[in-house]
Nanobody, 128 residues
Framework: QVRLVESGGGLVQSGRSLRLSCAAS????????MNWYRQTPGKQREPVAV???????NYADSVKGRFTISRDNAKNTVFLQMDNLEPEDTAVYYC??????????????????????WGQGTQVTVSS
């Protein structure tokens, strides 16, 4: 069973910073990517920042230059440093991971399964 646990959300004033964290735990064999999405009421969930195990990163145009995603591969953790926050950044932020889980058969054979997982979401509210 895989869990993604987010922390670091809250209420801040425009121009201030927040740092989100997301730790993955469970029977994880390897992680392909760990990412951040966000969603506001009535809108679809959208990607904010994406990172791969190879270190490549991509950002939504609206957050480029203000947000920075980073990973601690040894701890299966991803961070989102959000600087110069704007009221338009108000949303529920979700951690996302694509990874392999492992299991063993009754004969001891290792089996890997690739799947996508989501955290429970953390609210970020930016006041003007």
């Amino acid at each position: 069973q895989v869990r993604l646990v987010e922390s670091g959300g809250g209420l801040v004033q425009s121009g201030r910073s927040l740092r989100l964290s997301c730790a993955a735990s469970g029977n994880i064999f390897s992680i392909y990517s760990m990412n951040w999405y966000r969603q506001t009421p009535g809108k679809q969930r959208e990607p904010v920042a994406v990172t791969t195990s190879g270190g490549d990163t991509n950002y939504a145009d609206s957050v480029k230059g203000r947000f920075t995603i980073s990973r601690d591969n040894a701890k299966n953790t991803v961070f989102l440093q959000m600087d110069n926050l704007e009221p338009e950044d108000t949303a529920v932020y979700y951690c996302n991971a694509v990874l392999d889980t492992y299991s063993y058969s009754s004969t001891g054979e290792l089996t890997l399964k690739k799947d996508e997982y989501w955290g429970q979401g953390t609210q970020v509210t930016v006041s003007s």
